[in-house]
């Protein structure tokens, strides 16, 4: 289902667009979220240990940055992990507001035997679309993504 707002052609074809796009991505998330619902982790949960498990140790407020999260609910993902023993903080003696976010041996095993599958469901999920078409996707939402984040929109 589309707009119903009755606007220029142009307006109703982004709104069109836009809530295609919203709805796409809200279908997938929660397919993944099932799958990752019965490794006992959220999404969330399983990006932070993804980000860890990839890039290595790194502070909390860049690893909230890469995940385009809050630095509250990066605190509440990393209580939940942490709780769990599948990461670990390590305060800066200097500055204590520094922290620095570890995989614990637990949480690099969790994430080594749950990412395969996650990486897999992803593939068959993006399977609807050939490869040129994902990686035509890849590049519109690319620079759809840099032009709202630099406020390049044309104007209308």
């Known amino acids: 289902m589309g707009t119903h707002h009755r606007g220029a052609d142009d307006e109703v074809l982004a709104l069109n667009v836009y809530i295609k796009l919203a709805r796409a991505n809200d279908t997938l998330g929660r397919s993944l979220a099932r799958e990752l619902k019965a490794q006992g982790l959220s999404t969330s949960q399983l990006g932070l240990l993804e980000l860890l498990h990839h890039l290595g140790p790194m502070c909390q407020r860049a690893a909230a940055a890469k995940l385009l999260q809050s630095g509250g609910n990066v605190t509440t993902v990393v209580d939940n992990l942490e709780a769990r023993a599948l990461v670990r903080r390590e305060r800066n003696v200097d500055d204590r507001r520094f922290v620095t976010l570890h995989l614990t ?18 593939k068959r999920l993006m399977s609807a679309l050939t490869p040129e078409e994902q990686s035509t996707l890849s590049s519109l939402l690319r620079k759809l993504g840099r032009a709202a984040e630099s406020g390049e929109e044309a104007s209308g």
């Open 105 to 122: 041996d637990q949480g690099r095993a969790l994430i080594e035997r749950v990412f395969p599958g996650h990486a897999h469901r992803i």
